[in-house]
């Protein structure tokens, strides 16, 4: 039986979605079939367009897409510093050898790493498949996503 990990991505925080990268690569460069379920505020990690912009269909989802910058200005979860804190963390990654969020985003998709977008979230902030990267291999709802997970670990982050 091959081993799998799925992972749901509810954070848009810069330390949880470098968790999230950082254990599907890791899985994956060991043979695992990994899943990635991206939700929320998760959802901040596979966007296209990159930058704070009002996209969305009606003033609140606006609002949300606002929020919703991509990763490069992704938040830390604490101690976030007015944005500064996710650029020490970039530049203390490269000073240590280790892969930034952007790079290990790219290995996800080098990888074959199977990206995966709520479908409910998407409806609830007004986002629509083509506001994501190409790699998102589907919109799904919960159980579909459960049905994929099953005989796997699954973790929540």
């Known amino acids: 039986m091959a081993k799998k990990l799925s992972i749901i991505s509810f954070s848009g925080d810069f330390d949880k979605l470098t968790a999230v990268f950082t254990l599907a690569t890791g899985a994956a460069a060991v043979g695992y079939e990994v899943n990635l379920f991206f939700t929320f505020w998760g959802l901040n990690a596979i966007k296209k367009k990159q930058g704070r912009s009002f996209s969305g269909k009606n003033p609140l989802t606006k609002l949300f897409g606002f929020f919703m910058g ?5 938040p830390v979860s604490r101690l976030n510093f007015w944005g500064i804190s996710p650029k020490i963390f970039r530049s203390l990654m490269r000073k240590n050898n280790v892969a ?3 790079e290990l985003v790219e290995a996800a998709k080098v990888l074959g ?3 995966y977008a709520c479908e409910m979230a998407m409806h609830v902030l007004g986002l ?30």
Do not use: H, R, S
């Open 70 to 74: 991509g990763l490069k200005v992704a």
């Open 100 to 102: 930034t969020l952007e």
């Open 113 to 115: 790493i199977n990206f």
């Open 128 to 157: 629509e498949k083509e506001d994501f990267i190409p790699e998102i291999k589907d919109v799904l709802g919960v159980a579909t996503f459960l049905k994929l997970a099953d005989d796997g670990q699954t973790l929540f982050i």
